[in-house]
């Protein structure tokens, strides 16, 4: 009997991942395009609003929506080509996501002395979004450990 030496395997690349997580990913990334496409569909709809006779038009925050929901639709297909860059932005955005949602939440607890009811909606409003983005960062994280790194 002679001994073989045992290849070396990366261990990222072998574990494997639970299916609900790759339904997770996708679902998110299918939310990304759509979501981005109802932001730019929504600039278009209230640039031909017309209040008091006329036509509101394109404006500037008009171009700032067009270009954040235009992004939001690329990184949505970033996600669902699984591109490394789209990925890394999209992690990046969640991180700042929690940041502000932070930010905002200490705002809201303080806002329930004056707001009442109103404060702790928004108090659960700024939970759902660190929990969304923290889920986000989690799914990407557990993807990223298997399958093709285009």
Do not use: H
Request: a positive charge; one cysteine or more.
């Amino acid at each position: 009997k002679v001994a073989r030496p045992i290849a070396a395997t990366n261990s990222k690349t072998q574990r494997s991942v639970a299916s609900w997580i790759w339904g997770a990913y996708y679902s998110l990334a299918v939310f990304y395009v759509v979501s981005g496409g109802y932001d730019v569909a929504m600039v278009f709809v209230n640039a031909n609003r017309v209040i008091l006779g006329e036509k509101l038009g394109f404006g500037f925050w008009s171009y700032i929506g067009l270009a954040i929901g235009g992004l939001t639709s690329l990184l949505g297909i970033g996600l669902l080509l699984r591109l490394e860059l789209a990925r890394a932005i999209v992690n990046f955005f969640c991180g700042l996501q929690i940041l502000f949602g932070l930010l905002g939440l200490a705002g809201s607890v303080l806002g329930t002395m004056f707001a009442g009811a109103l404060g702790l909606v928004m108090v659960f409003m700024q939970i759902v979004q660190i929990a969304a983005a923290a889920f986000m960062i989690y799914v990407i994280g557990e993807t990223e450990r298997v399958g093709p790194s285009i």
